[in-house]
Structure formats: structure tokens, C-alpha cells
């Protein structure tokens, strides 16, 4: 069942109250079959588009006889495991884009990290042909992630589309991604069409009143074919043979093979080796034409010269660029390096080829006295990092070290001298190690978020515990139905990153959702926290933490570094000191010699002065002895607080 909203009405507590009321009043079941004329529609579209016809009109496409009048542009949103991809399966097979089988699961999603951890985490895009009152439609459709860690996939997509359907899962109703990703549409000014989803996208029941929907609801682009060409870049990936291959939207103008372009990012020039459609696998057409979306190929081999949000227009015919995409604001740093140096170029080469694909990744380089050269990456979030990272292993075989997460904090410098040499008073650290003295700044700053949660109230004392524990301020509290509560806390970012939302979903059966948006920066009381080994710092394990959990954070450290590291010949101390203070210790025991092995009796005296020279010796060795670190103990202290 659907229910259509007009063009940006919604207020976003009143979808809230409106999908909590309708589930209150059984509203949600789908109807149980279809009317006798939709099925018979079905049937006859079937036909239309058996196997056969359609390997004939992926080859002839010829888009020109979709005039703009008969083009839908749109997205499915919802919160993650709502059935976005389901419902986007049901509508390729119900237009004829694929076959109907029962192995249509997750078509669009076509990333193995995607496929094996169920969820989609790369916007996808598909062009259905679908026949509604006589008339020729042209729908351009985007499967859209649902994880907090990939709303910039989401909000990148909605630049191509006038309209999305807002998926909303009947037995779980509304959750913290479904407002979010309302609000996304609702700011856009797109047309807004509720679908309420319980077993209809798997069942396909009543999925053709959702087409119907689109075409009714959701308005043509609003476009001029016959102004110079004006496309914008929403999406790119680099194929090893093509090079890049840019998703585009076409806001005026026609773009065919052979043209001359130019990117209004680079002012460099190309020719258009080949234009088409996904359907959903890439269809060269002859032409692309204003309000229809696509791809291009224009022999981009450098990295560099594909930019999302990039504008393309015709050689001499330039145009007013488009406003692009605010850049993504990373919100978790983490060091990566080459298990092996020798690996270095060919992980930098992967590396920026899949940040083509994945723009949101941010890209310094780096280097550390016990890993070797490598980078500081910034992503949207733990889930990201780790999507990113399993993508570099399955797609480009290439094995990496990630060291422990981290935040952007930022520090307000006190003298002028060290604002001259810093260029600014008020700085960024996104490595630890730069993290500079109390001595030296006014005060520092560490990010915040705005939280929200949406949970059964019977867990709500629960939740409030796990909140204040992580040093948030409860804003707002809600019900959103007779059932549930909306809880706002304003969160230390650094607090959540990590394990805060399997927490979350630990003690609430797993019925909670978790959403947050940059809320700024606050003052805290920051320090940098060393891990010495015998006396000497480590400068891989600097971590910065907040003053009250010192404690706690470097006695964690000490007993994993005592787990992974080596026994030697003479004691190792691993403590962790905040300045000069040492607040936690842990101790990796000696071998030991039995230096009384050969006395059988005697003089304890003998005994006495054999033990006194052993442990002169041990003294003296770890005086002058090196600890080196194994990497593969870095790489398990390392991975084991990524874990946790």
C-alpha cells in the first residue's frame, strides 16, 4: 500500500505521527492480491518485454522519443533493512528489465562487501521503460544506502532526481534514518512518496501502484534540450581498460559519441568515446538528452581529472558551472599503511582509484618510524572505514595495517609567536601525535554530534544510562507513539565512534536506532596520553582522550600490549603517562636463567653472590637493550581497539 504526499509538505514530525498513527490502526498490510486489471497490465508487459525484445532494444535504444514530459527522475530512501533493494528488485522485474526469478536478490547491489554483509553501501542507478495509459515512460531510478556512515551517497543522488519513495518498514516503523533521510528530501524541495512496506517489496503486491505513484506524483525535470549542454557528475568509477566512467545528469543540452567536452574543474578537454544508460547493466545509446540520466566515457585515465560534482559542457559553449556538493566533513581519522613497503605504490595506485568511486574518503599522506610510509584517511564513519577497507582487499588484493580511530580535535593556540607559525590561531589535529602541549594553547576543542534515538520505551532507562556514561546531554524527548520514544542527546563524538552503536543495539534487543549530524565543536578537557616501553615513548600508540577516562583507556592499552609483545632477556615496563605522570603499568616478565643450577650444597653466600651478578647483568642489559616492536604486535594491538 502507498500513500502519495504532495510536493514538499511534509513536515517531518508530522510523517512521524502520521506512519506511528497509521501503524497504530492496521493500516499497513498490503492488499492480499491484485485487481484483475493490474494483473492482466502485468501480464501484457511481460510480453512486451519477454528476453528476446529487450536484447533487441538494449541495442536500439533510442532515447530521443522520451520527451521530458515522459521522464521520472528518483530515489528509494529509507533507514538501513527497510527493503529499498527488494523493492528495486520488484520494480526491474515488473518493467521488464530483468527476468522474473527467484534469485533477483539485491540486484543493484552489486559490490561483494554489499552482497556479504546484506546492506548497500554504493548508490546504484537503473533506467526502467515502463508503459502506463498508452504512454512511453522513462524512469530513472537510484537505490540509495540506509547507514548513517553513507547519507553523502544519498544526498549526492537526490542532485539527479524531482522525487524519491520514502520506505518505511511495518513492523519497525519509523527510525532514526528515515527522519534523517525525509529531511534530506524534504530540504531539496523533492516530491515526497510514502511507501509503507511489509511483505509487498518481496511479494511485489500492489508494486505497480507505486509506479503509478512516480508518474503521478513526482514532476518531469525541468530541463531545455535545445540550450549547450549542461551535465553534472553525481557518481564515477575507473574501469583498468575505459578509465573513468562518469554517472551524469543531464540539466540542458544533448550529448552524443564523438562530441568535445570540457570539465569546468579542470578546464581540460575530451572527446566522448561513449554515452547510455544503465539498465542495469551499461547500454550505449547514440544519445543522452537534458532530464535523462546516464553515463559518459570520455578517456579520463588520470584519477585526478574525475571530480563528483564536476560540471561538463561543450568545447566553446561553456556554461555556468552547477553548484556541486558541499564537500563530505569526515568524522573519524585512521593511519594506513602497506603490511609490506614494497606493496606501497601499488596500494597508492588502488587507493586513489577507489576514492573515485568513494569521494567522501580524504587522502594524506604519512609516514611512522615502526609501519613505514602511508597515509591518514578520513571517513564518514567506522562502518565506512571498514566497507572501505574490505573493498581494498576484495577488489584490489591489497592487504593494509588501520591504526586505532581517531577525531578531528582542534586546539586554540595562546601566543602569537605560535599563531605566526601555524598561519592560524585555531588549528586541526587528526593525528595524535601532532597533539600539542597544554602549555602552548588557550584551550581545547573536540567535536560533537547531535544524536537521535529511536527506541521502545520499555528500554528507554536503559538507553538514558548508556548515554550519560558516554558524556551526553540529553536535549529533547519525545513519544512518537504510544510505544516509542525519540531521545536527542548531544554526543562527544569520540564517544561513539567506536562500539557505541553495538552497545545500543546490545541492550535493546536490537529495537533501537541511532542517527547523528555534526552538531560543531565544544571545550573539553583534552589530554594526549603516551605509552612508554621502558621509558621510551611509542609514537604509534598516542592516543588522545578525555581527562576522566585517562585511566581506564591506558590500563586497556597496557594489558593488550603486554598480550602481544615478545618476552626478551631483561624486564619490559609498559606504562601509560599523561605528561609526566604515570597512570597505568603493566610488566612483561624476564626469561630467567637458573644460574644455581650447578651448585649441589655449599655457602649460601655462593648463591647469594650468583643472583647479585644475574641481576646486575639484567639491569644493565635493559639499560642498553632495544625494544623492538614486532609489526605483527602493532597489528594486533592495533586491530584489537578497532574491535572493541
Known amino acids: ?56 532494444t538494449a541495442e536500439k535504444i533510442d532515447l530521443s522519443r522520451f ?12 533507514h538501513v533493512d527497510h527493503g529499498k533493494s527488494t523493492l528495486a528488485d520488484r520494480l526491474l522485474e515488473l518493467t521488464g528489465t530483468i527476468d522474473k526469478t527467484k534469485n533477483n536478490k539485491q540486484v543493484l547491489d552489486k559490490l561483494q562487501v554489499e552482497r556479504e554483509r546484506g546492506i548497500t553501501v554504493k548508490a546504484q542507478t537503473a533506467s526502467l521503460f515502463y508503459n502506463c495509459e498508452g504512454k512511453q515512460y522513462l524512469l530513472n531510478l537510484i537505490d540509495t544506502p540506509g547507514h548513517v556512515d553513507f547519507s553523502y551517497e544519498v544526498s549526492r543522488s537526490l542532485s539527479a532526481c524531482q522525487g524519491v519513495l520514502l520506505v518505511v518498514d511495518a513492523n519497525e516503523g519509523i527510525q532514526a534514518q528515515t527522519v534523517a533521510n525525509f529531511f534530506l528530501a524534504f530540504e531539496a524541495q523533492l516530491s515526497i512518496i510514502p511507501v509503507i512496506n511489509k511483505i509487498s517489496a518481496k511479494l511485489g503486491t500492489n508494486v505497480e501502484r507505486v509506479l503509478q505513484a512516480v508518474i503521478e506524483r513526482i514532476p518531469p525535470p525541468k530541463v531545455h534540450r535545445k540550450n549547450p549542454l549542461k551535465a553534472l557528475v553525481f557518481d564515477s568509477t575507473f574501469d583498468q581498460y575505459r578509465g573513468v566512467i562518469a554517472n551524469v ?5 544533448v550529448v552524443s559519441k564523438g562530441d568535445k567536452i570540457v570539465s569546468a574543474h579542470t578546464k ?24 535523462q540520466v546516464g553515463y559518459l566515457i570520455a578517456g579520463m585515465k588520470d584519477v585526478t581529472e574525475a571530480q563528483i560534482g564536476d560540471t561538463l559542457y561543450l568545447h566553446k559553449q561553456p556554461v555556468e558551472p552547477l553548484p556541486g556538493f558541499k564537500s563530505a566533513k569526515p568524522m ?4 594506513m599503511y602497506p603490511i609490506d613497503q614494497s606493496e606501497y605504490n601499488n596500494l597508492k595506485s588502488a587507493v586513489e582509484k577507489l576514492t573515485i568511486n568513494d569521494s567522501s574518503v580524504t587522502v594524506h599522506r604519512d609516514s611512522s618510524l615502526a609501519l613505514g610510509a602511508g597515509w591518514r584517511l578520513g571517513f564518514l564513519g567506522l562502518l565506512h572505514m571498514e566497507v572501505f577497507n574490505q573493498r581494498l582487499e576484495q577488489e584490489y588484493n591489497a592487504s593494509v595495517i588501520l591504526t586505532t580511530p581517531t577525531v578531528p580535535y582542534k586546539a586554540v593556540l595562546s601566543s602569537a609567536k605560535l599563531i605566526k607559525e601555524y598561519r592560524e590561531k585555531e588549528i586541526t589535529i587528526i593525528n595524535p601525535a601532532q597533539f600539542p602541549e597544554k602549555s602552548k594553547v588557550t584551550e581545547y576543542l573536540e567535536p560533537v554530534v547531535l544524536g537521535t534515538i529511536i527506541t521502545p520505551d520499555e528500554y528507554t532507562g536503559k538507553v538514558m544510562m548508556l548515554c550519560q556514561a558516554r558524556r551526553a546531554v540529553q536535549k529533547n524527548m519525545m513519544y512518537i507513539d504510544q510505544n516509542r520514544v525519540m531521545l536527542k542527546y548531544l554526543f562527544p563524538l569520540n564517544e561513539i565512534v567506536v562500539d557505541f552503536y553495538d552497545s545500543l543495539k546490545s541492550l535493546s534487543s536490537g529495537y533501537a536506532s541511532f542517527d547523528y549530524e555534526d552538531a560543531g565543536y565544544q571545550t573539553a578537557e583534552l589530554v594526549k596520553m603516551d605509552i612508554l616501553l621502558n621509558g621510551n615513548p611509542v609514537e604509534e600508540l598516542v592516543t588522545i582522550v578525555h581527562k576522566d577516562k585517562a585511566h581506564s583507556v591506558g590500563k586497556a592499552i597496557c594489558e593488550r600490549l603486554k598480550e602481544s609483545l615478545p618476552r626478551q632477556l631483561f624486564e619490559i615496563a609498559i606504562q601509560a603517562a599523561v605528561g609526566s605522570k604515570i597512570i597505568a603499568r603493566e610488566t612483561v616478565k624476564a626469561y630467567r636463567k637458573n644460574v644455581l643450577a650447578k651448585c649441589y650444597g655449599g655457602d649460601i653466600t655462593r648463591k647469594m653472590k650468583l643472583l647479585k651478578r644475574q641481576a646486575e647483568g639484567k639491569k644493565k642489559l635493559r639499560k642498553i637493550g632495544n625494544i623492538e616492536v614486532p609489526k605483527d604486535a602493532f597489528i594486533k594491538v592495533l586491530r584489537t581497539q578497532c574491535d572493541k
Not at 573519524?332 to 593511519?335: I, K
Open 1 to 56: 500500500m502507498w500513500t502519495p504526499v504532495g510536493r514538499g509538505r511534509w513536515h517531518g514530525r508530522a510523517l512521524t505521527v502520521w506512519a506511528a498513527a497509521a501503524a497504530h490502526r492496521g493500516l499497513l498490510e498490503p492488499r492480499p492480491t491484485m485487481t484483475r486489471e493490474a494483473a492482466v497490465k502485468s501480464r501484457t508487459l511481460d510480453r512486451l518485454y519477454s528476453s528476446a525484445d529487450r536484447k533487441v
Open 67 to 78: 520527451s521530458v514530459e515522459n521522464i521520472r527522475n528518483f530515489s528509494i530512501i529509507a
Open 249 to 253: 545528469a543531464l540539466f540542458d543540452g
Open 268 to 291: 581540460k578537454t575530451y572527446e566522448v568515446n561513449e554515452v547510455g544508460v544503465l539498465n542495469p547493466n551499461e547500454q550505449p545509446t547514440h544519445k543522452l538528452y537534458a532530464g
Open 332 to 335: 573519524v581519522f585512521a593511519g
